[in-house]
């Protein structure tokens, strides 16, 4: 029995004859097998251990010399990279396409899924079915800060300030003075403190991106068709140039693309100031008019306030559709502006504004200003978008495009006024995707550590064992949600993949599986969190 392999496809219940796939309702529990929730007539019985040993001693006591065709040595190596230290962040970008970038502990760089044209193996033209290491130019100079994904492109940053880049190159989005795709690292530029890249939407190769450098500077590359890049022109830049910023209002502490090529850009400075550069056909940048700039300008209705937090939205190629702006003041004080035809404002019309107006009082309870105040907003880099608020008691509320039941009210009706989706919230996030991106679904961790989504979920992106959009907040069957330590996304239209990085390092992923982007077993699609590396 030592060597004896049990193997099976379903189970089946001899009583009630109801059967289900094994990959469906079993999961591994620290080395305790059992059925998810919901299954309550197919069990298996729980063991901890298999002739008084357990899993991982059977393991290091396998004695075959291969197993379909893999060394013991081969087999057991495929832990080695379990201690990933980070995924590919999204919080100042879009997304990959159907691919991640992880860096692991000892600053190795992995690839996995998509590999369009060949961009990240070395220029072979082949998707990964599994993971790549790519070289690492600067391991054992600076460990790894960042790496930032948008559409096809990848920008890795290091402690050192040092930028480097990966990918497909269009309108010069690299800063590397050229617009040839890059197969390994090349260096970007130097002194880097923060990058932000536009959202895709449909036009995903008009990739425009700002840094800001360590010394308070803000530089920008890539396409500037409308001036978003606030460097003086209307020019595409494929070399890093300088944003042109009014002097004595502070020095800039954050940025923001909104958008693509109708897009705007956006500076938070240290003394609570915004400024604005690019497309303004529907008042996105908040002066009063409707007409672009490209050099940054002050929202001057905001001159009284002290602004902590700024999103915009956008990320069609249709420009009714394009900017609406909502930020935090820090008083807890909501603004919004820009383009409301879907009712993002939540003040129960769909009039756009060229200014910024409050629309705090239209929150209802259990918000309150004094108890209960906002203390963050979100907005989708979407096609149609949708609004979002978070309390300091973590009261979540939405308003806008509701197609999916990204809402969460049980419908696909939109909602002109805030909605109070969920409660118990310790982090929220609106899901990304380079292309079309009203597939939209929406990502909860509660104070609880409970995994709640909801949404669109037509490739089982929300990890609830089916692909029915999910109209409501619905916890997820995830037994390691109170390890999540980081949440991301990757896709492209609606072929979206969610994945969840533990504390341990593991990696566990669900969705659109095209390019084996989750799991290299098949190209099917993963309709529940299962374990990536």
């Known amino acids: ?85 980070k995924m590919v962040t999204t919080n100042k970008t879009a997304a990959p396409s159907q691919s991640m970038l992880f860096f692991t502990q000892n600053e190795d760089i992995l690839f996995r899924g998509y590999n369009n044209s060949g961009y990240f193996v070395n220029g072979q033209a082949a998707n990964t079915m599994g993971f790549f290491t790519i070289y690492n130019p600067n391991k054992g100079i600076s460990n790894i800060k960042e790496i930032y994904g948008v559409h096809c492109s990848y920008y890795v940053l290091y402690e050192n300030g040092d930028l480097y880049f990966i990918g497909a190159e269009n309108t010069g989005h690299s800063g590397t003075g050229n617009n040839a795709s890059k197969f390994v690292l090349t260096l970007s530029t130097t002194n880097v403190k923060q990058v932000a890249t536009t959202s895709s ?49 502070g020095t800039p502490i954050d940025i923001i693309v909104g958008n693509n090529v109708n897009g705007a850009s956006y500076i938070l400075t240290d003394t609570g100031k915004v400024l604005a550069a690019g497309y303004n056909g529907v008042g996105q940048l908040g002066d009063g008019t409707t007409v672009a700039k490209n050099t940054f300008i002050q929202v001057g209705a905001l001159n009284n306030y002290n602004i902590v937090k700024l999103q915009a939205s956008g990320g069609s190629y249709n420009a009714r559709y394009n900017g609406s702006v909502i ?97 118990n919230v310790k982090s929220f996030q609106f899901a990304k995707t380079p292309y079309e991106t009203y597939y939209m679904y929406c990502i909860v961790l509660t104070n609880d550590n409970k995994l709640v989504t909801w949404g669109y979920n037509g490739n089982g992106q929300c990890g609830q ?37 533990l504390n341990d390092g593991r990696v566990f992923g669900t969705g659109s599986n095209d390019y084996q982007q989750i799991s290299d077993n098949s190209c099917a699609n993963i309709r529940r969190f299962i374990k990536v590396i």
């Open 465 to 501: 064992n089916h692909t029915t959009n999910v109209l409501q907040p619905t916890k997820v069957n995830f037994e390691y949600s109170s390890e999540i330590k980081q949440i991301n996304t990757c896709g492209f239209s609606a072929g979206m993949s969610t994945y969840v990085l």
């Open 1 to 85: 029995m030592i060597n004896s392999i049990i193997s099976c496809d379903r189970l089946k219940n001899k009583q009630t004859n109801n059967s289900a796939a094994v990959g469906n309702i079993i999961v591994n529990d620290n080395n305790l097998l059992r059925t998810i929730d919901g299954e309550t007539d197919l069990t298996v019985s729980n063991a901890l251990k298999i002739n008084n040993k357990t899993l991982d001693e059977i393991r290091s006591n396998i004695d075959a010399k291969t197993i379909d065709g893999l060394g013991i040595n081969d087999i057991l190596s495929k832990d080695r990279y379990k201690i990933i230290k």
């Open 201 to 249: 939407g449909h036009h995903y190769d008009n990739l425009s991106v700002l840094i800001l450098k360590n010394d308070g500077t803000v530089w920008g590359s890539g396409y500037n068709g409308n001036g978003e890049l606030g460097v003086g022109n209307n020019t595409n830049q494929s070399s890093w140039s300088k944003a042109v910023i009014p002097f004595g209002l």
């Open 327 to 423: 930020c935090l003041t820090d008083t807890g004080r909501v603004f919004v502006w820009g383009y409301n035809g879907l009712g993002t404002f939540g003040n129960s019309t769909t009039s756009n504004s060229l200014i910024p107006i409050d629309v705090t009082d239209k929150i209802p309870l259990p918000h309150d200003p004094v108890s209960n105040p906002i203390v963050d907003v979100f907005t989708t880099q979407s096609d149609y978008n949708t609004s979002a608020l978070l309390t300091k008691n973590g009261d979540l509320f939405m308003a806008g495009y509701n197609g999916y039941g990204q809402i969460g009210d049980g419908t696909t009706v939109n909602k002109t006024q805030w909605f109070n989706t969920f409660n």
